[in-house]
């Protein structure tokens, strides 16, 4: 075991805590890392948190976690609703990851229903708010017999 996961963040996440408050919460994204870093700690993992409004970053972070990272927890976006390409950067380093959404996108606009990832994610975290971000560590740590 590497005792790594990946957080990965996907477009517009980095306006958290003022973009829709009545949505996503007033917690930033430094909120959110600190949350992962603290719930990863717990359960013996170091986080390389990365975040990113172009889908190549996200793309070349995920292939680096190959080398040092056990799992991957990611929020991709509005990502989730277009990228094969992070679908197939997920399936092709075979890593377990869990996908997390903050709000339930499931009552949100219908194309929000649809997910790219979620059929091939260990888990899927929706609508928890950030806690989801935890309950994705947890998951994962399970997962990996943590």
Do not use: K, W
Not at 5 to 28: A, H, W
Not at 59 to 72: E, G, L, P
């Amino acid at each position: 075991m590497n005792d790594r996961l990946l957080l990965v963040n996907g477009p517009n996440l980095n306006l958290l805590g003022t973009r829709e408050p009545e949505i996503y919460g007033s917690d930033t994204l430094d909120d959110v890392v600190a949350l992962v870093e603290g719930a990863a700690a717990a359960r013996g993992f170091a986080v390389r948190a990365v975040q990113s409004n172009h889908e190549g970053v996200l793309i070349d972070a995920i292939h680096a976690a190959r080398a040092d990272c056990d799992a991957v927890v990611i929020n991709p976006g509005a990502f989730t609703h277009t990228s094969v390409a992070l679908r197939d950067a997920l399936t092709g380093v075979q890593l377990p990851f869990a996908e997390v959404h903050i709000s339930n996108v499931h009552a949100r606009e219908p194309f929000r229903h649809h997910s790219y990832l979620s059929d091939v994610a260990s888990c899927v975290i929706v609508g928890a708010g950030v806690q989801g971000y935890g309950f994705a560590v947890d998951r994962l740590a399970t997962i990996l017999g943590r």
